[in-house]
């Protein structure tokens, strides 16, 4: 009988993949490779735990793509939903309409958003938010008559997204090679990379020099002609750097200096996941723009938004004219129905709370305890529910693994094998687990993530 169930289960996953290789081309993916060696196909989730058509069963520790903030199968989330397609499963927000879900999610957005972030654009992923930024931005300045001041800064290794003006604004090399030409009038300046790249300088230092890099870009190109500074609070695709505590007040001094929009690109950090509702909050900073998604709702229905301060809102406000620029599904009620009851959750539930004081604090010292000495762990940055690992050859020179190598895959697969979901960005390891995680879900997933550090570096041993 079980024989029979595990041929049957394994005919059908053959029988996805084979579908999936003859007519999926997937994301960031080298489609020849997959389609050779097949798909792993998830089929059921719940809770922090994934299982896929072999039954075999994974502990979660990307939240899917750092978004299912709440774990999965919350039937709150089902049910709202659910309800919202009932009532009313779509109409736009185009040519003077509005609807509940997308006027009361506003309202809720920016109850939860720092300092006078009061007015939200809907769109329906990151990197549609981060295109609408760029350009209500370089509009906004436009409609206060200097035009000239449409250059955007943004940082090395910053992941914004991946359409043309995503790939453009962001900063990362493998994306700037292909289906260019690039969106003109971005700069980037360096990471405030501290364990990588700080060399000598002590961590506040070093957060200081990286934020001078960003006035002495700003003098470069000329004041007059600089829109906005754009970043990540922690950047996440790019390994999880944590900026030094120096770091992003310096930034907004700058920027204040020059007359400058500082911008946060919170899709990662927003709603909750460094132990505040948004990153800006924990590194104390005030942006007059920011872009969230993933988290705003859970990752369950695609949506975005970008959240609009009163000094930008005024402006499109009293211009007299449309602002060109929207979705077939910007404010989706069904989206923003599930949104809503996410946030509701959140707050109920006090989920910031438990990552800010519980958690949190829990799951970073654990990591610390338990993989801190292995000899392939180089050093462990991370605040709240998110964390990076840099593994590295040798720890007391530093010294970091051939690229052709990649460490981080060999590792990667280990975790995939050993019943873990553990991302790779190059040589740094990253965990960003949903936000509900208990303590002995913490305890097994760093178990496991020591298991797997244990048989790379067997491997390259
Ligand atoms: N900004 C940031 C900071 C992001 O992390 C986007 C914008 C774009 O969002 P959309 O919804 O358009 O994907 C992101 C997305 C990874 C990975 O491999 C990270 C993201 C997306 C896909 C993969 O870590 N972040």
């Known amino acids: 009988m079980l024989q029979a169930i595990n041929n049957n289960s394994d005919s059908i996953t053959k029988d996805i993949q084979a579908t999936d290789a003859r007519h999926h081309l997937h994301p960031f993916t080298d489609s020849g490779a997959l389609n050779s060696a097949g798909a792993r196909v998830i089929t059921g989730a719940e809770g922090v735990y994934l299982w896929d058509s072999e039954g075999h069963k994974l502990i979660d520790g990307m939240a899917g793509l750092w978004c299912v903030n709440l774990g999965y199968g919350r039937q709150e989330l089902i049910d709202a939903a659910t309800k919202q397609l009932n009532e009313l499963a779509y109409y736009n927000t185009f040519f003077q309409t509005t609807h509940n879900p997308a006027a009361s999610l506003a309202k809720e957005i920016a109850s939860i958003t720092p300092g006078d972030l009061n007015h939200i654009f809907f769109a329906s992923s990151g990197s549609e938010a981060i295109d609408t930024l760029i350009r209500m931005v370089r509009h906004y300045w436009q409609l206060k008559d200097k035009p000239y001041k449409k250059i955007l800064i943004s940082r090395e290794n910053a992941y914004h997204g991946s359409t043309i003006g995503g790939t453009s604004l962001g900063g990362m090399t493998g994306m700037h090679k292909q289906g260019g030409p690039?969106?003109?009038?971005?700069?980037?300046?360096?990471?405030?990379?501290?364990?990588?790249?700080?060399?000598?300088?002590?961590?506040?230092?070093?957060?200081?020099?990286?934020?001078?890099?960003?006035?002495?870009?700003?003098?470069?190109?000329?004041?007059?002609?600089?829109?906005?500074?754009?970043?990540?609070?922690?950047?996440?695709?790019?390994?999880?750097?944590?900026?030094?505590?120096?770091?992003?007040?310096?930034?907004?001094?700058?920027?204040?200096?020059?007359?400058?929009?500082?911008?946060?690109?919170?899709?990662?950090?927003?709603?909750?996941?460094?132990?505040?509702?948004?990153?800006?909050?924990?590194?104390?900073?005030?942006?007059?723009?920011?872009?969230?998604?993933?988290?705003?709702?859970?990752?369950?229905?695609?949506?975005?938004?970008?959240?609009?301060?009163?000094?930008?809102?005024?402006?499109?406000?009293?211009?007299?004219?449309?602002?060109?620029?929207?979705?077939?599904?910007?404010?989706?009620?069904?989206?923003?129905?599930?949104?809503?009851?996410?946030?509701?959750?959140?707050?109920?539930?006090?989920?910031?709370?438990?990552?800010?004081?519980?958690?949190?604090?829990?799951?970073?010292?654990?990591?610390?305890?338990?993989?801190?000495?292995?000899?392939?762990?180089?050093?462990?940055?991370?605040?709240?529910?998110?964390?990076?690992?840099?593994?590295?050859?040798?720890?007391?020179?530093?010294t970091f693994f051939e690229d052709e190598l990649d460490i981080g895959l060999i590792c990667r697969n280990f975790c995939f094998e050993n019943g873990l979901i553990m991302r790779a960005c190059g040589s740094r390891m990253v965990l960003s687990p949903p936000l509900i995680i208990t303590r002995e879900e913490v305890d097994e997933l760093i178990e496991k993530a020591l298991k797997c550090l244990n048989l790379t570096l067997e491997s390259v041993s």
Request: negative net charge; glycine residues 12%; proline residues 5%.
């Open 182 to 398: 690039l969106v003109p009038d971005i700069h980037r300046i360096r990471q405030p990379y501290w364990y990588g790249e700080g060399e000598d300088q002590n961590e506040e230092e070093f957060g200081l020099s990286c934020a001078k890099a960003l006035e002495d870009k700003i003098l470069e190109v000329g004041p007059d002609n600089v829109a906005a500074f754009v970043g990540e609070p922690i950047q996440g695709a790019g390994g999880v750097i944590v900026p030094p505590k120096s770091y992003w007040t310096e930034i907004q001094r700058i920027c204040r200096k020059y007359d400058i929009l500082l911008a946060a690109d919170e899709v990662i950090c927003g709603f909750g996941r460094t132990g505040n509702w948004f990153g800006c909050q924990t590194f104390g900073f005030q942006p007059d723009i920011m872009t969230m998604a993933k988290g705003l709702s859970s990752g369950y229905l695609p949506i975005s938004a970008v959240a609009v301060g009163d000094q930008i809102a005024n402006t499109l406000m009293e211009s007299g004219s449309d602002f060109n620029h929207g979705f077939t599904y910007s404010g989706h009620p069904v989206a923003a129905a599930v949104a809503i009851e996410n946030i509701r959750i959140l707050k109920e539930e006090k989920v910031i709370e438990y990552v800010a004081e519980d958690i949190g604090p829990y799951f970073q010292s654990r990591l610390r305890q338990v993989l801190g000495n292995h000899p392939l762990v180089g050093h462990i940055e991370g605040e709240g529910l998110v964390a990076g690992m840099a593994l590295v050859k040798d720890k007391a020179s530093k």
